[in-house]
């Protein structure tokens, strides 16, 4: 079964800080890797997402990597903003039986400061 | 990006009630579309699969009774929590996602289900 896992779980910095946000995972057969942003009380909005056969994937001032065989994902957020305050979740998708399937971790809760 | 819209947003209703959550797709058509329960400070958890025109697949510890769901159209999957209690008070969140195995998920707002 796949497991994820997130670190750090939490992370409180100043605005204007390069930021790093890990993501581990069990399996390294998917698909594909998606990154998502809770906000409180919210739905999840789609960040970013890699294909298993990319490397990264960039969305103005972020830059997600995917490094499949290792079973790693970086998310990083340059120049942070209070806006970008919210839970940051990554998620790959399952391939074979379980393919279009999203496995999440608990995520990493972002605060940023002004 | 694409739409997937929740009703309602929230509830609250007495405990042995039924209780239906609408998700629809706005502007795609969804051959899959996923329900997830969410506690405070945990990750989503996985309920159940629904493909349009079939039975839904549940996840080991669901119960298929307790929480019935039908994907009758393309745009269109319903949750009925049947005979509701307190610890069925959660966030419950659906996706919904086009054709082809690549394709992105598209989540919806959720919605906050309290059973007194």
């Known amino acids: 079964k796949q497991e994820v896992t997130q670190i750090p779980a939490a992370l409180s910095v100043p605005e204007g800080e390069n930021l790093v946000l890990n993501c581990s995972f069990t399996d390294s057969a998917i698909y594909n890797l998606q990154w998502f942003r809770q906000d409180p009380g919210k739905g999840l909005t789609s960040l970013l997402l890699i294909q298993s056969s990319q490397r990264e994937q960039t969305s103005g001032r972020l830059n997600a990597s995917l490094d499949k065989s290792s079973g790693r994902s970086t998310l990083y957020i340059a120049a942070s903003q209070p806006g970008d305050s919210a839970t940051y979740l990554c998620?790959?998708?399952?391939?074979?039986?379980?393919?279009?399937?999203?496995?999440f971790g608990r995520g990493t809760q972002l605060t940023v400061w002004p | 990006g694409a739409v997937v819209s929740q009703h309602p947003s929230w509830v609250i209703c007495k405990s042995g009630t039924s209780v239906k959550i609408e998700c629809r797709s706005l502007d795609f058509q969804a051959t899959t579309m996923f329900w997830y329960r969410q506690f405070p400070k945990q990750s989503l958890m996985l309920m159940a699969t629904s493909n349009e025109g079939s039975k839904a697949t549940y996840e080991q510890g669901v119960e298929k009774d307790k929480f019935l769901i039908n994907h009758a159209s393309l745009t269109l999957s319903t949750l009925t929590v049947t005979s509701a209690h307190p610890e069925d008070s959660s966030f419950y969140i659906c996706?919904?996602?086009?054709?082809?195995?690549?394709?992105?998920?598209?989540f919806g707002p959720g919605t906050r289900l309290l059973v007194l």
């Open positions: 998620a790959p998708t399952g391939r074979g039986s379980t393919l279009g399937r999203l496995y």
């Open positions: 996706s919904a996602r086009g054709q082809g195995p690549g394709a992105t998920q598209y």
